[in-house]
C-alpha cells in the first residue's frame, strides 16, 4: 500500500475551484442545515463517489490533499470538508454535546482519564478504532511542530496473521469484551457496555478494537475481571499492529482531509510536540459519518449508541435531552 497511489489524490485547480465556488454559495447557511443536495458539485462528483467506493468496498481509506486552507476563511474550509464528506455519507454526534464536526486538538486532556478523550492531549494514541462511527474523517488545519504521525492497520491481515498463527486467540477476540463508555451515560445506560472486539462475516472482518476503554472498564465492580486469555489477544494485536510488515505511515499536512473505514482499520497516531504558540497549535477537524445503504452491520456493533430509527445506521453519540447538532468552528479553550 505504501507504493501505490490508488489511495492518495490531489485536488487539481479546477477541482478546487469547484469546491470553493460550491461552500461560497452556502456561506451564509448554518453548516448542520447542509446536505448533499446544497452542494454543487459537477464533474467532481464522480470522483468523491470513486472515493467513498475505495473506503467501503476497496483498501478502505483514501488522504485527499491540496485544499489551500492557510489562505481560506475557516468559514470556507468547513463548508468545503462538509461538502466532501456529504458524498461519503452522513455525519452523526461524536460527543454529548451533539457536536458533528469536532477538534482534535490537545486542550491539557490526559488520555488515560476515564472522563477525557484523547484526541484532546498531544499524547501518543495505539493503535483503535472510533467505535460508533462507520467512516472517520479528519481535516488537517495546522500541523505540530513535530510528530503526530498517522499509523493504519488492516484489520484482515492482523485476524488472518492471528488465525494462522494463534487461533485461540483469534477466537478469544470474537467473544464480548466490556468497555467503558468513559462517562457518556445517558438515563437507561449502564456505564459499560459489551462487543466483540473482531466480528467475522460472510465476506469481511469487522474491528471493534479498544483497548484502553476495555482495561478502563475493569474500574467498576459489575464488570467481569479479564482473562488472561483476553489481556493476550488484546496485547497480541497490538504487537501486529505496530510490526513494519502491517502498519502503513503517512505524514498529515496542512490541507490534507484522511477517511477511513472504521470498521475494517485500526488507526493510531504518534506523540507529538506543539507549538507554543496557541493559533499555530496542531488542530484538526473531525467528522464521523454513517454509510446509509451500505453493508449489512451486525447487531453487536449497535451496542454503544444503537441505530439511527431512520437510517438504519450507527447514530453517533447518544444526546442528553435538548441537545442538539452543532458544528463549532472554533476549538476548546485550553484546560488551566
Known amino acids: 500500500m505504501a507504493e501505490s497511489s490508488k489511495w492518495a489524490h490531489t485536488f487539481t485547480s479546477q477541482e478546487i ?13 448554518e453548516i448542520v442545515s447542509l446536505g448533499a443536495d446544497d ?13 467513498r467506493a475505495e473506503i ?4 478502505g481509506f483514501v488522504l485527499l490533499r491540496g485544499l489551500p486552507v492557510a489562505d481560506w476563511p475557516v468559514a470556507r474550509t468547513a463548508r468545503v470538508y462538509w461538502a466532501i464528506c456529504s ?9 454529548p454535546v451533539g457536536n458533528l464536526l469536532g477538534h482534535v486538538i490537545d486542550v491539557g486532556g490526559d488520555s488515560a482519564h476515564p472522563h477525557q478523550r484523547a484526541h484532546q492531549s498531544s499524547d501518543n494514541l495505539p493503535f483503535h478504532t472510533d467505535i460508533g462511527a462507520e467512516i472517520a474523517s479528519l481535516l488537517c488545519l495546522h500541523n505540530a511542530r513535530s510528530g503526530g504521525e498517522s499509523h493504519l492497520v488492516s484489520s484482515s491481515a492482523l485476524w488472518n496473521e492471528l488465525v494462522a498463527t494463534r487461533p485461540d486467540l483469534a477466537e478469544t477476540l470474537t467473544h464480548p469484551f466490556h468497555l467503558d463508555r468513559r462517562g457518556e451515560v445517558i438515563e437507561g445506560q449502564e456505564p459499560c457496555f459489551a462487543m466483540p472486539a473482531f466480528i467475522p462475516t460472510a465476506d469481511r472482518i469487522i474491528s471493534c478494537y479498544n483497548p ?3 482495561h478502563s472498564a475493569q474500574r467498576f465492580e ?6 488472561h486469555s483476553q489481556v493476550e489477544a488484546l496485547d497480541t494485536v497490538m504487537a501486529l499492529a505496530n510490526e ?9 499536512c496542512p490541507g490534507d482531509i484522511q477517511l477511513i473505514n472504521n470498521f475494517q482499520l485500526l488507526h493510531s497516531r504518534s506523540e507529538y510536540k506543539d507549538w507554543p504558540e496557541p493559533d499555530r497549535r496542531r488542530h484538526l477537524w473531525r467528522v464521523w459519518l454513517c454509510v446509509p445503504g451500505g453493508k449489512p452491520i451486525p447487531d453487536a ?27 463549532p468552528l472554533d476549538p476548546p479553550a485550553l484546560r488551566t
Open 17 to 29: 475551484k469547484t469546491l470553493k465556488d460550491a461552500a461560497d454559495a452556502v456561506i451564509d447557511r
Open 222 to 227: 459489575q464488570v467481569p475481571r479479564l482473562t
Open 87 to 95: 458524498r461519503i455519507g452522513l455525519p452523526i454526534a461524536q460527543n
Open 301 to 327: 456493533l449497535y451496542a454503544r449508541f444503537g441505530a439511527d430509527e431512520e437510517t438504519g445506521r450507527p447514530q453517533g453519540t447518544n444526546l442528553p435531552p435538548g441537545v442538539k447538532f452543532t458544528a
Open 39 to 51: 452542494f454543487d458539485l459537477y464533474e467532481l462528483d464522480t470522483v468523491l463517489q470513486g472515493f
Open 244 to 252: 513494519e510488515r502491517f502498519k502503513l505511515k503517512m505524514d498529515f
Open 212 to 214: 484502553r476503554f476495555v
Open 56 to 59: 467501503t468496498d476497496g483498501c
